[in-house]
């Protein structure tokens, strides 16, 4: 069953340094998101992407976050300037379509830690 | 107030056994659509089951199926015949008709199936 792949599946990086997660979306899905675990907690919904543009984001989704689909396959989610608070998983997730039945496939999701 | 209330954090269930994830959620949106998904400890989150606002019957998938309850707002996931293989985390989501396409999810429920 196609899958969305996230890399690197681990990140550890330093305060105040940037970082790009980056996700491969299954192959016929339009619809892209960003979302986020802080350990132990809820998931949380960073950004939607459509149509090579943010359809929607969140208070979380700052000006330190960009995303982008730079060569048609990888949508990549950038922290410009990473802080501890920042230390999560962050999952990739893609739908074929946005009906209230789609369900969001998830990637295995990437653990930044911010040190 | 919260969209998903999950007031379990943590269940018991011996092998074999049915267990009941409680979820209520909130919204004044006529059209919606509940989800349950699993994540296992290795960290991938993985769709079970949906219900649609307008569904007439509960949703069933294998052996999840879900109880809902809509005038008291709640969704609950029922696994029947535990394995153990199903001890993980199970978080319930909403996403609204009207109000874009993000989840809501809820912050989890802890499930350990005992052998």
């Known amino acids: 069953e196609p899958e969305v792949t996230q890399t690197p599946s681990h990140q550890v990086t330093q305060m105040g340094q940037e970082v790009i997660l980056r996700c491969v979306p299954i192959s016929n899905h339009l619809y892209f998101y960003w979302y986020r675990q802080i350990l132990g907690q809820k998931v949380e919904f960073l950004v939607s992407f459509y149509n090579n543009e943010i359809s929607e984001k969140s208070e979380i989704f700052d000006d330190q976050f960009s995303v982008e689909r730079p060569d048609g396959s990888n949508f990549t989610l950038k922290i410009r300037s990473t802080k501890l608070e920042d230390s999560a998983m962050y999952f990739c997730?893609?739908?074929?379509?946005?009906?209230?039945?789609?369900?969001?496939?998830f990637g295995n999701g990437t653990r930044l830690t911010v040190t | 107030a919260q969209k998903i209330t999950q007031t379990q954090p943590g269940m018991f269930v011996q092998e074999k056994e049915a267990v009941t994830l409680d979820c209520t959620y909130d919204?004044?949106?006529?059209?919606?659509?509940l989800f349950w998904y699993k994540q296992p400890s290795s960290g991938e989150m993985i769709f079970l089951i949906y219900q649609g606002s307008y569904d007439q019957q509960n949703a069933t998938e294998g052996r999840y199926s879900l109880n809902f309850q809509k005038a008291r707002k709640s969704a609950n996931l029922v696994i029947s015949a535990s394995q153990l293989g199903d001890s993980a985390m199970y978080f319930c989501a909403m996403r609204e008709g009207n109000t874009g396409n993000q989840f809501y999810f809820g912050t989890g429920t802890s499930l350990t199936v005992i052998p």
């Open positions: 919204t004044s949106d006529p059209s919606y659509g």
């Open positions: 997730a893609t739908q074929t379509q946005t009906g209230l039945n789609s369900p969001l496939h």
